[in-house]
Each structure stands twice: as C-alpha cells, then as structure tokens.
C-alpha cells in the first residue's frame, strides 16, 4: 500500500551549487548529508556498479528534496534548457503565499523563469492557482503555486482532502 509522498530527487554535477540554490532563494533547510563508495547494495539499487556519491536532503514544509553528484561514474551537467513536454519528471511545484513577491525577489536574484506569474487563475472552478514556472541553476523546472480559491489540491495542513481524512461536512 502506498503512503504517500517522501521525497524527489535530483542529480547535479554541482551539488554545493544546487543546494545554496534550494537553501539561499528557496528557503529550504537542510536536513541530512552523506557520501557513500564501494557499497554494493546502493550499487544495486540505483543500478550504477562501483558508484560513488554525495548526497544531501533539504526539507521545506511537506517537501523533501534529495540532491546527488555521483563522483563515480562522474556527474556531467544536463540540458539546462530541456523542454517541459520531453519524458520525464518535467518540474516540482513550491506553494507560496504571494506568487508576484516571490517572482520579483527571485528575479531580482538572477534566478530564470519561462514568463511572469499568471495575471489570474488559471482555471477559478477547476484549479484556482496562479502559477509561474522557473529553473534552478542546473536547468531543473520548478513551479511556483500561489492558491487563490478552495481546492483539495492545496496542501494546507487544514484541508483534511490532503491528509488523506474526510472532509467536515
């Protein structure tokens, strides 16, 4: 049975500069870091023989993000650009409590995004969310997601619909 959610996890060939990234603009804080070589079991599970890595976890409210830079067989960095529609993970989205503030703060950062915020909900019925896409320094997309209406797609520890409960009423 599947409990949910517990983390996503991303490759880099720079992980001192993919976790400032997370910890610097996006507020996420580390909460584990570690380094493995000549472990055959972890050789079998990510199916790399004779792998070596390091890796460390950020946490940020429900999100959990594992970062890797494999030392063997060596990270090499990505298409910083790679299209969203290829297959694939195409992005992770981030709830914000004001989408144009972080937009701005993030911009004035450096930080690339495919456009400016939506100007409205995308859809105030269906998806009641005003949303941007960005990349983080290694190509990744990320999304920002500021609700603007009642959904059970919103993550808030009140929404019973996302903790798995039934909703009051």
């Not at 190509?139 to 929404?159: A, S």
Request: net charge negative; aromatic share 8%; hydrophobic share 40%.
């Amino acid at each position: 049975m599947l409990l949910g959610v517990h983390h996503v996890a991303v490759a880099t060939a720079d992980l001192d500069r993919l976790r400032g990234f997370y910890c610097t603009h996006l507020g996420m804080e580390q909460i584990s870091e570690r380094e493995w070589a000549d472990r055959p079991q972890v050789d079998a599970i990510v199916g790399l023989p004779g792998s070596a890595a390091r890796v460390c976890m950020l946490k940020a409210g429900n999100l959990a993000l594992e970062i890797f830079q494999y030392l063997q067989p060596k990270s090499v960095a990505g298409d910083a650009n790679r299209p969203v529609h290829i297959p694939g993970f195409t992005h992770f989205g981030f709830v914000v409590d004001d989408v144009d503030a972080e937009y701005a703060r993030l911009c004035a950062a450096g930080v690339r995004f495919h456009g400016a915020p939506s100007d409205k909900a995308i859809s105030p019925e269906e998806v009641p969310l005003r949303a941007v896409y960005g990349r983080d320094p290694d190509g990744n997309v990320f999304e920002l997601m500021e609700f603007v209406g009642e959904t059970p797609l919103d993550y808030k520890p009140g929404n019973a619909q996302w903790r798995g409960a039934k909703a009051a009423g």
